[in-house]
């Protein structure tokens, strides 16, 4: 009864389309579906040849489809898949806490304390971000041969992750000073009055309030290893210990050992981890907890 | 608890000059001091290194006899409630007033105790488990003002608490607040630019300009002996009206304005010092007693009427143009541009150095 009242009613905030209004926005759904479709189609090909046994060495678009697992399967029995696995989530996990551990301490000095240095290491911390990684890697066989010589158990795989996090550090210092700079002082001076240390008021207060940005910079941090093929290919050389990326480029580089289904099925695989994290993370994300902290 | 500053001040790291030099003041135990000043004066930073926010430059800081200069802030035994009240967004009101006491590690069921019993006098009891962000700016203040008393600390510190509230809130809180500094048998310390709220709530008024204290007080003082021609236009509403003049023979000889005041007899003692100087005099709008006198008189032209009820305000205008407010009972009969006389109620004239704007009588 109540809903056939309003049938007539126009409740929309906005002015009423007027036709040339209507046609533009058409045309910006059409873009908006050719976007769409560009990015979705390679993706659904990707699914489905990997579960198609009708393929064998390369994806072909058309011909036959036969669902089956054997690329899967192949992936498991025939290759370190599972190495490359563990070996990829060690190195994003090691990373990401890494990087999350640090990078809230940096950001939050930065942010509260004035000390000695403190613009100028900032302005370094940037200017050394516009290096791209791959210049430093003779450094990093120098490093790694020296540290290696001091510490026997430093292996490669840990050498990734430093220089994972080492450049996550660097460019989510920026991000989370900024965070925590929006947060008023006044927070931790009435944290302090009740009581807190310095760690205590960025364990108690600040880390609470930066928490969707922490759960960004963890889910980057995540990532980077997994997108990565550069640094593995040239830091590793045992295929045991290559991450995802670097192992699954192994099925598609030579034509004697061309799986392109199989690097497909991987690939699917490959997303899951990322997916778990990120729905775990998504409570996390939601941000707007620092409103209400002050008047207004 | 008892609150001394020696001789303290403060220069802010970057800074040429001290932020405020020279403070010295003794608050008693019990006192509810507010420390009034324009803004930008260097409340917040007295109150912050009081609370030990601030390192102190210069001077000694006891509670009680006890030096305080290098004490935590959360040794100091003080409660402190923010200009922008700082309730930790992520937490519940509950655990906003709960959490001092926690880090303390009282037991649970004290914590409960206390909290439900600042909550019941502040009467916020209905969103205890509520986020801040859920609850109105005005149940914001009182949550701030919550967590402050749970702690029963010996120091009550507010930073213009009640500059975000409306008209009516304020002076709602402004009793609330007195009562709840009774009840609390602490020692407060109260910053504001408002002096309507350090009139009507100090037992103890601390005005401050340019980082120097101006008068210490209670507040009929600061009415009645403005300390100083910064005093005399601080305090009061309206504005008090100040001539600038001359001492000629014991008396008043306006430099503008041209009227002749004679002063009562105590006053021309006091003011014989300053026979042939340049003099302020200083009155209040409700000293101005309407109608002809021989002696102590003025003609002006009434500009504007600011009608009040009880009473009203003459914003006049002397022939040179100066102004000055007169407030008269709201049933005499005034209109704009009419000319009236007035005479001046001697005991209500104060005297300042022109130079040196101290007061003289
Ligand atoms: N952290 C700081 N570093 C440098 N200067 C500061 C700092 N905090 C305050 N000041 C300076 O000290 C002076 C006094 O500031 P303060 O905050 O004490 O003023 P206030 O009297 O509380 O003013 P308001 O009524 O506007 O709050 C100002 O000139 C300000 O610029
Ligand atoms: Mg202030």
């Known amino acids: 009864m109540r809903k056939k009242k309003e049938k007539g009613l126009y409740l929309s905030d906005r002015p ?22 560009v990015i979705l189609w390679p993706l659904a090909q990707i699914v489905f040849s990997s579960f198609n046994g009708s393929q064998d060495q390369y994806i072909r678009i058309g011909g036959t489809y036969e669902f089956s697992l ?54 370094a911390i940037m200017l050394i971000q516009t290096i791209p990684s791959f210049v430093g890697i003779v450094a990093y066989y120098t490093m790694h041969s020296i540290i290696a010589a001091v510490i026997p158990g430093f292996s490669r795989q840990m050498f990734l992750v430093l220089i994972y996090a080492g ?35 960025y364990r108690l207060i600040i880390m609470p309030i930066v928490r969707p940005m922490l759960a960004i910079i963890a889910l980057w941090s995540f990532i980077g290893p997994f997108l990565d093929y550069m640094l593995p290919s040239i830091l590793l050389s045992d295929p045991k210990q290559y991450t995802l990326a670097t192992g699954l480029y192994t099925l598609i580089t030579d034509v004697r050992n061309m799986h392109q289904p199989v690097f497909a099925a991987g690939g699917l695989l490959t997303a899951l981890p990322i997916i778990i994290l990120f729905i775990a993370l998504q409570n996390q994300l939601v941000s707007g907890l620092a409103s209400g902290a002050v008047k207004g | 608890m008892k609150i001394e500053l020696n001789n303290i001040g403060k220069k802010y790291e970057g800074r040429e000059n001290f932020t405020i030099r020279n403070i010295d003041l003794e608050i008693d135990d019990k006192d509810f001091c507010v ?56 937490m519940t009101v509950y655990e ?10 009282e037991r649970k069921s004290v914590i409960h105790e206390r909290v439900l019993e600042a909550a019941e006098l502040l009467k916020i009891t209905d969103y205890l488990y509520s986020k801040p962000s859920e609850i109105s700016g005005g149940q914001r203040q009182r949550v701030a003002l919550g967590r402050a008393i749970v702690r029963k600390a010996g120091v009550f510190l507010m ?41 009507t709530m100090a037992t103890k008024i601390v005005l401050l300009d340019q980082g120097k204290v101006q008068q210490v007080g209670p507040p009929t003082l600061f009415y009645e002996k403005p300390a100083n021609l ?31 005041i004679e002063p009562k007899e105590s006053d021309r003692e006091l003011l014989k010092p300053f026979e042939g100087k340049k003099v302020a005099m200083g009155i209040r709008s409700e000293r101005f007693i309407a109608g ?24 006049c205008q002397f022939p040179n143009g100066k102004e000055c407010v007169i407030s008269e009972p709201g049933y005499f009969e005034y209109a704009v541009d009419e000319d009236h006389n007035f005479h001046l109620d001697l005991d209500g004239l104060h005297f300042f150095d022109a130079e040196t704007t101290e007061r003289i009588n």
């Open chain 1, 16 to 37: 009423p389309l007027t036709p040339l209004k209507a046609v533009l926005l058409t045309i910006s759904y059409i873009l908006l579906f050719i976007y769409v479709f």
């Open chain 1, 70 to 123: 054997k690329h899967f399967k192949y992936l498991f029995e025939e290759t370190y898949f599972l190495n490359w696995v563990v070996n990829t989530i060690v190195i994003a996990v090691a990373t990401a806490l890494l990087t999350l551990l640090f990078v809230s301490f940096t950001g939050y000095a930065y942010s509260r304390y004035r000390f000695k240095g403190r613009k100028a290491s900032l302005m």
């Open chain 1, 167 to 201: 450049g996550g550090i660097a460019s989510n210092t920026f991000i989370l000073k900024g965070y925590i700079d929006s947060i008023s002082t006044e927070l931790d001076d009435a944290a302090r009055i009740d009581g807190c240390g310095n760690l205590q008021v």
């Open chain 2, 35 to 90: 420390i009034l000043g324009p803004s930008g004066c260097g409340k917040s930073t007295l109150l912050r290194m009081i609370a030990g926010l601030t390192s102190i430059t210069e001077g000694d800081l006891y509670f009680g006899g006890k030096r305080m200069n290098s004490v935590e802030p959360k040794d100091r035994d003080i409660a402190m409630v923010f200009q922008s009240y700082a309730l930790y967004p992520h």
């Open chain 2, 96 to 105: 906003n007033m709960a959490f001092s006491l926690k880090m303390r590690k």
């Open chain 2, 159 to 199: 930073d213009e608490p009640l500059s975000n509230l409306d008209a009516k809130l304020r002076e709602h809180m402004r009793v609330e607040l007195v009562r709840l500094h009774q009840s609390l048998d602490t020692t407060s310390i109260y910053v504001t630019h408002d002096q309507t709220e350090a009139m």
């Open chain 2, 230 to 260: 910064f005093v005399a236009g601080f305090i009061g509403s309206p504005t008090m009206n100040i001539f600038n003049g001359e001492i000629k023979e014991g008396n008043f000889h306006s430099l503008e304005e041209d009227f002749v």
């Open chain 2, 292 to 315: 002809e006198a021989e002696k102590n008189a003025i003609n002006v032209k009434v500009d504007v009427i600011e009608m009040l009820g009880k009473e009203q305000l003459l914003y």
